[in-house]
């Protein structure tokens, strides 16, 4: 079975500082991971993901992240932040060729950015 | 194209009362997915479907049943809605590597 962590519940930075929000996972077997966004009253959208092939996983808005293996972890990192950053952000974890049926969810990092 | 759509938007029930939910998408995914939304403890998965005319259980089933009648939805159903159903339900569905989500429902159960 899969699980994941997120190590911060919430985490505020200034505008324009960089943010880094932390995700482990623990799995048996190969995974894929994957980060979404859920900005207020939305549903989730995904930000990056990574499958196989290079650690270092560029997605939308800037985000970036980095499969750790050894470290099992994918953590999110921005190098500066924008208003329009703050939201809730899940990381997720799942069983490598599986057909995304089985994807757990961490339970949320809130970013909040101050200007 | 619409991606996952949910409707209602917004809904409140009494305890007892029963209600469906319902979700489509026009992306022509096997799989489908409801999900509960809490604070504090992400996305849980309550039931999931791998294709027209079959379900399987989530992680937190008890209390729901769903329906697969036809590829392009995905049916929710409380039957006794209790106040511990409270809570932002979402829709999404799959192909091998990425969910989509629909916008949500939040229900409030009295």
């Known amino acids: 079975a899969q699980s994941v962590t997120q190590l911060d519940s919430q985490v505020p930075v200034f505008e324009e500082a960089p943010v880094e929000l932390r995700c482990n996972y623990s799995s048996s077997v190969s995974v894929y991971l994957f980060w979404y966004v859920q900005y207020p009253n939305q549903g989730l959208q995904l930000l990056l993901k990574?499958?196989?092939?290079?650690?270092l996983v560029k997605g939308i808005n800037g985000f970036e992240a980095e499969f750790n293996k050894s470290q099992t972890s994918f953590h999110l990192r921005k190098p500066s932040v924008h208003i329009s950053d703050t939201a809730e952000y899940f990381c997720?974890?799942?069983?490598?060729?599986?057909?995304?049926?089985?994807?757990?969810f961490g339970s949320g990092t809130r970013l909040s950015i101050r200007p | 194209n619409a991606g996952v759509t949910q409707t209602p938007k917004f809904r409140v029930l009494k305890t007892g009362q029963s209600m469906t939910l319902l979700c489509a998408q026009d992306m022509n995914h096997e799989y489908m997915y409801w999900y509960r939304q809490d604070p504090g403890m992400g996305l849980r998965l309550i039931h999931y479907s791998v294709g027209e005319g079959t379900t399987a259980k989530g992680e937190v089933p008890d209390g729901y049943n769903v329906s697969r009648l036809k590829k392009q939805n995905f049916l929710l159903g409380l039957e006794s809605a209790a106040p511990s159903q409270t809570s932002v339900y979402f829709c999404?569905?799959?192909?091998?590597?990425?969910?989509?989500f629909g916008p949500g429902t939040r229900l409030t159960v009295l």
């Open positions: 999404a569905s799959s192909y091998p590597g990425e969910q989509f």
């Open positions: 990574y499958l196989s092939g290079s650690t």
């Open positions: 997720a974890v799942t069983p490598a060729g599986s057909s995304a049926s089985k994807i757990i």
